[in-house]
């Protein structure tokens, strides 16, 4: 059996690692609150925020469509949320069809419209089908997202918005872009229930 890894080279490094980068988030908060109010802007307007992303990103889109469409900490009305890494026939048809490059564009070209909020999600920033989608909302007049690692790649020239992590490892770009998410979630669901108490208030 091989030798295990000393503790210090995987829990240090990494709770260390981890730290850093989320502590970066800090210098973020003026573009967290850009995406926040367009976010709320959508929901509160009959618009919708879109999410996309490969493998852990995608997981990450998918968790944080089911926050907005559920609930976060707090007893609201759904918000239309939607993760275009869950259908597996569209994904297939599309990747089958026109090429994997093409399975959030053509998404985004049938369900996107003037209004909405597209996030996309790449650690390195340089996802050729995570581009192409942002480049197609961009385009029909939705407001664009990136969330990326340092230096932002690609992505970083075809968005309105970046949320650019200052680490160049997966991981812990991931762990930060979930704080992110939750910190967005948070904030949209503040404001949602604020405007629905004064709703409520105003109709007794």
């Known amino acids: ?35 926040a109010a367009e976010m709320t802007r959508a929901v509160l307007g009959g618009s919708k925020v879109l999410w996309c992303g490969n493998g852990g990103s995608a997981a990450d889109a998918q968790h944080l469509a089911a926050e907005f469409v559920g609930r976060f900490r707090r007893e609201r009305k759904g ?26 564009r053509r998404q985004v070209e049938a369900l996107c419209v003037k209004g909405d909020v597209l996030v996309g999600i790449s650690t390195s920033g340089n996802s050729r089908n995570v581009c192409l989608a942002l480049d197609a909302g961009r385009q029909l007049g939705a407001f664009t997202v990136a969330f990326t690692g340092q230096g932002g790649g690609a992505m970083a020239g075809v968005v309105d918005a970046i949320l650019s992590i200052a680490s160049q490892d997966t991981a812990r770009v991931q762990e930060a872009h979930i704080l992110c998410g939750h910190i967005l979630c948070d904030w949209v669901e503040i404001y949602v229930c604020t405007e629905q108490a004064r709703n409520d208030g105003a109709a007794r």
């Open 1 to 35: 059996m091989a030798e295990s890894p000393e503790t210090s080279r995987v829990f240090d490094r990494a709770i260390q690692e981890h730290l850093s980068a989320i502590e970066s988030v800090r210098s973020q908060q003026p573009v967290l609150e850009r995406i």
């Open 79 to 104: 918000l239309a949320s939607i993760a275009l890494t869950t259908d597996t026939s569209i994904l297939t048809s599309i990747s089958n069809d026109y090429g994997y490059d093409q399975v959030f």
